[in-house]
């Protein structure tokens, strides 16, 4: 029985997380960490991961970059293995992460989905033929709710043309009140909200007279939760060190 706790147990993320466990034999959650402390099921939700009593063999973390430091920390400090799918974390929690993986393993990815993953694996393998004559450009899309932008998948795929691309890429988001002339080095990065979207990011290579455009659309958030477990089995099985699903879909 692999036993988890949730941090952010009470959010969107969380809940699903939550079902899909619940769905597992070999799986269970034993508490929850969030910062709403409201008690939805039938085990404890702590505000804080101070007051956890629990042991767990992983901590799954869909929260908010805030509440990720503090939960690393109870992680080094109970040697817990840690899976961070919260985004938008800053270079001070990079760090945190890098230093915990001296001690833990911890598996990070701002998009555990399968689908999205092999679309950074496509991104990688054609974009080096297209660098000199092909702009990029990046489009997400996501519900009404969503708190970051532009999402962490569309900084990831950005992250990846850049990898693989010989020219330093400078990242526009958004072009108002931009007059300059564009650049075969710039990369447009672009954030559409709205309705109940779960994410839909398409990577557009604009080359004269013609277009690839590359889409993963996410139907439901069940493929980031799916993602998140299959990461917590491989990562209670790793030695202390950054893990990503690049180790996952080998
Ligand atoms: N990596 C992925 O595949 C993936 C997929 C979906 C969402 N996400 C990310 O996961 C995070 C959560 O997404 P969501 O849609 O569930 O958001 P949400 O806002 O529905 O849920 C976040 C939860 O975290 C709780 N929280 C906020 N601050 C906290 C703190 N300091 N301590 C403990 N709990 C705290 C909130 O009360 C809330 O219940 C976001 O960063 C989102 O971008 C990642």
Known sequence: MLNVILNGAN?????????????????????????????????????SPADIREDADVVIDFSHFSA?????????????????????????????????????????????SLGV???LKAVAAITPALEENFNVEIIEKHHNKKLDSPSGTAVMLADKVQE????????????????????????????????????????????????????????SRDIFGNGALTAAKFIVQQQPGRYSMDDVLK
Request: hydrophobic share 40%; net charge negative.
């Open 117 to 119: 993953n092999a679309l």
């Open 68 to 112: 990720v430091p503090g939960i690393v920390s109870w992680c080094v400090e109970h040697k817990t293995p840690v899976v961070v799918a919260t985004t938008a974390l800053d270079d001070a929690c990079q760090e945190a992460l890098n230093t915990a993986a001296e001690v833990i393993p911890v598996f990070q990815s701002a998009n555990m």
């Open 164 to 219: 693989v691309t010989k020219a330093d890429k400078n990242y526009i988001y958004g072009r108002h009140s931009k007059h300059d002339e564009f650049s075969m080095d710039d990369i447009g990065i672009h954030a559409v909200r709205g309705g109940t979207i779960p994410g839909i990011h398409t990577v557009m290579y604009c080359g004269p007279d013609e277009v690839i455009e590359l889409t993963h659309t996410a139907f």
């Open 11 to 47: 959010g969107r993320m969380g809940r699903v997380i939550n079902r899909l466990i619940s769905e597992h034999d070999d799986m269970k959650v034993v508490a929850g960490v969030d910062i709403s402390a409201q008690q939805l099921d039938d085990y404890p939700i702590y505000s």
